[in-house]
């Protein structure tokens, strides 16, 4: 069986495009069919001007947890996060140690910055019309902020305002630009 040019040249282009369809199609089954498990969220200002409307903020990670952190002199530490998807169960534990363990998500941490996971998994993105006015509430501390995360390792899924997803939140505020 001999191919000609323009079969081998339509395969060539087709390939990467099959490829990436596949990518989201797995990355799309694996955001909407894993726990979501939701956390509290704190402002927090990088200062970074090249990251355009990401809102990003730490986790509000229980302060028990903190305290009983089983891998502080660890090289390696994750946060193992389980039980009631809208109050979890979380530690921190050794990253290599968690195949033993049963972990619903886990989020690799870093050590010394309070063990918030690297930026990734910090920032959400905002529409330009409301960015400012829920950067200004998250760091007012005028509405409960939350975020929901899936998968291991962790990623954030949605972003809750007083127990609403953004989307429906936004809904009734009016929108608010940046002055140029």
Known sequence: MKLDKKTIG?????????????????????????TEYRFAIEGYDPRDLLRGHFMTFNYSWPEDRMAANACADAETCCACISGDPLNPDMSFVVCEDIPELTCGAQMPVMHG????????????????EHALELDRRLRAGENEFSVGIVGSPARVKELYIDG?????????????REAR
């Open 113 to 128: 910055w309070n063990y918030q996971p690297e930026q990734e998994a910090r920032q959400v993105y905002i529409s330009e």
């Open 164 to 176: 609403k997803p953004v989307r429906e939140f936004v809904k009734d505020m009016p929108p608010v």
């Open 10 to 34: 339509l395969v060539t282009l087709a390939l990467p495009l099959v490829v990436m369809a596949g990518m989201v199609g797995i990355n799309h089954h694996h955001m909407n069919n894993t």
